[in-house]
């Protein structure tokens, strides 16, 4: 492919009406575009730049097309350029993601039927129903149901919990949103679909917890990765691996946050919760291992190891105070963020989910100079996103070592953060800027790809997701990894060993570290989704 061929980059869903629209095309001087519908021509203007961006390797253009609001299907044209870009307008544009984007999280699940009739191609036999042994030893445990984490069979607390928040804090954020039927099996019951679908996957997670000790073990897999076929022909035997801190904590914090969730639908449930969540954070108290968790012998799934575990133990602090006044929790919270307050969104870091419980704690006392310092803290993280977001001609809030794996996590987190000073300030700037994150997983990005699969002109076609493969079908509504620089395996080192940061994303199978999907990635979406519609 010519690399100085002019390329036309945008959200490829569309924008609703009264969204900033900028769209970016690369490799052209100051041009005069049109903007089309139905063949006549509704708005014209000149680009601004061109603009040289380093990280990328490439010099950009924008055409901002923001003026149009209007519902409506369009076509933007630049004089003497074949390539067009076409864009819709339209309030319902997000509709159709929502849902599928929703959905993921029922075709992940384990330990279940899925009948053709609700998943389609998905359908599958029920699944990973064994005992499971913990390992290195002779007991077993029933571990069965929660979803398949990612591209894989494997199922991981510290993943589930995050996963399980993000969730619970998009129903807070914009319930009528998830005010629809997603075709779920329960969504006849009297709780909300959305909310029984999560409760699915705390059901599992209360099954991890060791009820004689309070601790909460850190994952169930096979003792290694099976090939790529459907779930119920993944045979070994399936392990449990040792109880770690991380897993204990954020189990423990996700508990809390649940019972607030599910007390006004199952009573009985939600105090199931609180009651795991007291005795995981007891155990926790307990626990120090140095250097965090390992796989044991003899297991190469997915680690999730973390040699920080501060960050958990303040989370589920915050968490338990909000849910009970209990001033031990106060305490400990409040130590901790003295000596430093934590942020992150991630599976590693989840100091935000502290600070956002303690922030919205009211029915219990807590200490105004310490909430007002958090919140300078988090407007300053948002601050310095929309420094490196200017620098940017596609506005994204990545410098250029943090195309990592999982880069269009931190790309929704990044959102979500400014989201978060949005909500703090009232200030608009931070919205603004949270939409282009969102508008960059949709297409507006140096590879243009639509990072969610099946939606979009340009969308991975062959991600790193077993079931995907298993049908030869990629399932619709998975945000992939995107572009990892670090090219840590065979695929991404064969196709991006020549490419800048943002462009080291391959539609591979193989390529695990940009195309593999996750469900805390798609829960960052949502999350960002439900701030910003």
């Given at each position: ?81 074949t390539e067009v870009f076409i864009f819709s307008v339209d309030e319902a544009v997000y509709e159709e993601l929502i849902g599928k984007t929703v959905r993921f999280f029922y075709l992940q699940r384990c330990g279940c039927r899925l009948p053709k009739i609700l998943a389609g191609d998905f359908a599958h036999e029920s699944c990973h129903g064994s005992m499971a042994r913990i390992h290195g030893t002779n007991q077993y445990i029933r571990a069965n149901g929660g ?387």
């Amino acid at each position: 492919m010519d690399e100085k061929r002019v390329q036309i980059f945008g959200n490829q869903l569309g924008y609703l009406p009264d969204d900033v629209k900028k769209i970016i095309i690369k490799n052209i001087t100051k041009k005069e575009f049109s903007v089309y519908c139905e063949e006549e021509s509704v708005y014209t203007g000149i680009t601004d730049g061109p603009f040289l961006n380093l990280i990328a390797g490439e010099e950009d253009s924008i055409a901002d097309v923001s003026a149009i609001r209007k519902p409506g299907t369009y076509t933007l044209k630049i004089e003497g350029i074949t390539e067009v870009f076409i864009f819709s307008v339209d309030e319902a544009v997000y509709e159709e993601l929502i849902g599928k984007t929703v959905r993921f999280f029922y075709l992940q699940r384990c330990g279940c039927r899925l009948p053709k009739i609700l998943a389609g191609d998905f359908a599958h036999e029920s699944c990973h129903g064994s005992m499971a042994r913990i390992h290195g030893t002779n007991q077993y445990i029933r571990a069965n149901g929660g979803w398949h984490d990612a591209g894989d069979y494997g199922r991981y607390i510290v993943a589930a919990a995050v996963t399980v928040a993000d969730l619970l804090l998009s129903y807070d954020a914009n319930p009528k949103m998830f005010a629809r039927d997603f075709r779920l099996p329960e969504t006849s019951t009297s709780m909300p679909g959305y909310l029984s679908e999560i409760k699915y996957e705390l059901e599992w997670m209360l099954r991890m917890q060791d009820m004689k000790t309070g601790k909460v073990y850190h994952k169930v897999t096979c003792e290694n990765f099976c090939g790529f076929c459907m779930p119920e022909d993944e045979k070994e035997e399936l392990v449990v691996s040792p109880e770690s801190v991380t897993a204990t904590a954020t189990f423990s914090a996700v508990m809390a946050m649940a019972m607030e969730y599910f007390m006004p639908y199952d009573e009985t449930f939600a105090k199931s919760c609180i009651k795991a969540s007291i005795k995981a954070y007891d155990a926790m108290k307990g626990m120090f291992i140095p250097g965090g968790f390992h796989n044991p012998k003899g297991i190469v799934t997915g680690e999730y190891g973390d040699t920080q575990d501060i960050d958990e133990r303040y989370w589920a602090a915050a968490q338990l105070y909000k849910a009970t006044g209990e001033e031990n929790y106060r305490r400990d919270f409040e130590n901790y963020a003295v000596r430093k307050i934590y942020h992150g969104y991630g599976w590693e870091e989840v100091g935000t989910f502290g600070n956002i419980a303690y922030l919205t704690t009211q029915k219990y006392a807590t200490d105004i100079t310490l909430k007002d310092k958090i919140k300078q803290e988090i407007i300053a993280i948002a601050d310095d996103l929309m420094m490196v977001s200017e620098a940017d001609p596609y506005e994204t809030t990545l410098k250029e070592n943090e195309y990592c794996w999982g880069s269009n996590m931190y790309v929704a987190e990044n959102g979500n953060h400014l989201c978060d000073a949005y909500n703090l300030t009232g200030d608009n700037k931070y919205l603004s800027k949270a939409k282009e994150q969102f508008h960059y997983l949709l297409g507006k990005n140096p590879t243009g790809y639509s990072y969610v699969t099946g939606f979009g002109q340009k969308t991975p076609e062959n991600p790193h997701h077993r079931p995907s493969a298993a049908v030869k079908k990629a399932m619709e509504g998975m945000l992939v990894g995107g572009p990892d620089s670090r090219l840590q395996d065979s695929a991404a080192q064969e196709y991006c060993s020549t490419k800048a940061a943002p462009n080291c994303y391959v539609d591979n199978l193989e390529s695990y570290s940009t195309n593999e999907v996750s469900i805390y990635w798609n829960s960052a979406l949502i999350y960002l989704m439900a701030v910003i519609m």
